[in-house]
């Protein structure tokens, strides 16, 4: 797992959410939702703004590492 899962895993948890919940919101199996948290699935920037709506923030607030080059 990267710094960038790590974080939406982080984030949900702090929410108190489970996978299950997170899915539901999405509109999507808690398949598949597992899988974009655990790298198995690509991460479209249509629902990574999704993602972050849900959390309030701005997608490069979860999805962008300042370490990474």
Avoid at 16 to 42: D, H, P, V
Wanted: hydrophobic share 30%.
């Amino acid at each position: 797992m990267n710094k960038i899962t790590e974080k939406l895993q982080k984030l949900r948890k702090s929410k108190g959410y489970t996978c299950e919940e997170m899915a539901k919101r999405l509109n999507i199996s808690k398949a598949y939702y597992w899988q974009l948290e655990n790298q198995n699935r690509r991460l479209y920037y249509e629902l990574a703004k999704e993602i972050a709506a849900i959390f309030d923030l701005k997608p490069d607030d979860i999805f962008y590492d300042d370490n990474e080059k």
